[in-house]
């Protein structure tokens, strides 16, 4: 593990610049692409932590427009939130802001633009957030895996500008044509026989769904949006990851010295490599044992037997059924809506920043929403300041996460306390669905 953690949580707020710079995305025979990245990287400078230090970082914009930085799955002071708008004016460009706060939770997180956020993370406003846990993990080694895809012109190498296209924002959200794992096409990493991997997966795309399976690797689940499951779940099937989610794995490589292991990625066409392990000489004669559970952070245990009941339907886009909506507080048709720029709606509203979605949240209320997908398109739907529980077809709680996926034409509960004070935004994580009418917030006082 970094010893850097214990003294960045003492020492002085670190800047991070947020600025335009080249980078190699392409294969070399490529020229370079201009990004928007941190510190003029993408991804952007891994930060690591220890649980319960804190986080201090001076956002510097030497952008062209404003900015801010959303700290996500990060439980939070709302003012430390990052959403412009709702819990900061965004920085303009020249200024500086700074985010201070404690990290409470171990897990694997990310951080990224929250301003215009369907162009700015489309050209790189992202990194990893890592908050180790108190004891070190029985592993060989870990790799922080940051999935991503950029739409590309390939002539010119650089990323196609038409960020609030019609199609994007009414269809499926910005797709790219080229896949990258760290910012490279093919990653491919050393191995060795037997030895035990635990692997970070953040899922940093606009809107794609990564659809992955282990090859050569064998392990389990861990974790899911950074909090531990109560057990380590084996991992037999595709593993699905939808935008903005994380999930922690811990595999044995079980491939042959020689032989190469993969993290596949099965999308709509042929299987490929999303990244590659190359086994070399010098692993471990045999394998170890099942890993025990990550320590449990401290999250308030649901009761849904007194939880506040309520419904969020999402409606619209290509193909929905959706003939008007409010924008503003008025009644509007559908031609207007989308002559406006919006294309979906969350209860009849077209535009859920005007209010909260729902009557104000007593602080420690427990609550479940039912979040019904009445699209034809998957959306990722993330809750800011709180994690949930999403609540299985049997009733019962299940797994803790801070951004679900629903399929199209599917009911999701979610259930939490409303523990953190503040106004807290509720939004599909298909960033140009949330900029297209897919947002709202809660308010929790």
């Known amino acids: 593990m970094l010893p850097a953690s214990t003294s960045l949580a ?24 201009s990004i928007w990245g941190f510190d003029g990287t993408a991804p952007g400078p891994e930060i690591r932590l220890a ?45 500086t802001f ?8 171990a897990g694997t997180y990310w951080y990224h633009a929250h301003n215009k956020s369907f162009e700015q993370v489309a050209r790189g ?73 635990r692997l970070r997966l953040i899922n940093a795309s606009n809107a794609r769904i990564f659809p992955l399976r282990l090859d050569g690797l064998q392990g389990w689940t861990v974790a899911l949006d950074g909090m531990p499951l109560v057990k380590p779940l084996p991992i037999t099937d595709t593993i699905v990851l939808g935008p903005a989610q994380r999930i922690d794995l811990i595999v044995d490589v079980v491939a042959s010295e020689g032989e190469t292991a993969h993290v596949v990625h099965l999308g709509q066409g042929d299987a490929f490599s999303q990244v590659a392990f190359e086994v070399r000489a010098g692993g471990a004669v045999k394998r170890r044992g099942v890993p025990s559970p990550l320590p449990p952070n401290a999250l308030s245990m649901v009761d849904l037997g007194k939880a506040r009941a309520m419904s969020l339907t999402m409606e619209g886009g290509a ?28 209860n009849g509203a077209a535009d859920g920043m005007d209010g909260p979605a729902f009557a104000e949240l007593s602080q420690g209320e427990h609550v479940r929403i039912a979040i019904a997908n009445d699209t034809v398109f998957p959306h990722a739907m993330h809750l800011h300041g709180m994690h ?26 979610i259930a939490f306390v409303a523990d953190n004070p503040g106004k807290w935004l ?9 900029a297209s009418g897919m947002s709202t917030w809660i308010d929790v006082a």
Not at 136 to 145: K, N, S, T
Not at 391 to 398: C, H, W
């Open 388 to 413: 949930f529980y999403e609540i299985g077809n049997d009733g019962n709680l299940g797994a803790l996460r801070d951004t679900t996926l629903i399929e199209r034409g599917d009911t999701r509960e």
């Open 98 to 105: 700074e985010y201070d706060f404690v990290v409470r939770d």
């Open 319 to 346: 193909m929905g059924g959706l003939r008007s909506a409010t924008l503003g507080g008025d009644s509007k048709s559908i031609g207007e809506i989308v002559d406006a720029g919006r294309f979906w709606a969350f």
């Open 125 to 197: 406003l992202s990194g990893a957030l890592i908050i180790e846990e108190p004891d070190e993990v029985d592993v060989d080694r870990e790799e922080v895996l940051i999935l991503d895809d950029w739409l590309l012109d390939p002539d010119t190498a650089q990323i196609v500008g038409d960020f609030a296209a019609p199609h994007a924002m009414s269809h499926g959200g910005r797709i790219g044509n080229y896949i990258t794992t760290n910012s490279v096409y093919n990653l491919a990493l050393d191995a060795r026989q037997n030895e035990r991997l």
């Open 426 to 434: 509720l939004h599909c994580h298909m960033l140009s669905h949330a």
């Open 10 to 33: 003492a020492s002085a707020s670190v800047e991070l610049n947020a600025l335009v710079a080249d980078i190699q995305l392409l294969p070399e025979g490529y020229g370079p692409t």
């Open 51 to 95: 649980q319960g230090s804190r986080l201090q970082r001076r956002l510097v914009n030497s952008l062209p427009e404003p900015t801010s930085i959303h700290w996500h799955g990060v439980r939070i002071d709302n003012a430390m939130d990052g959403v412009s708008g709702l819990t900061q004016n965004a920085v303009p460009s020249g200024e």
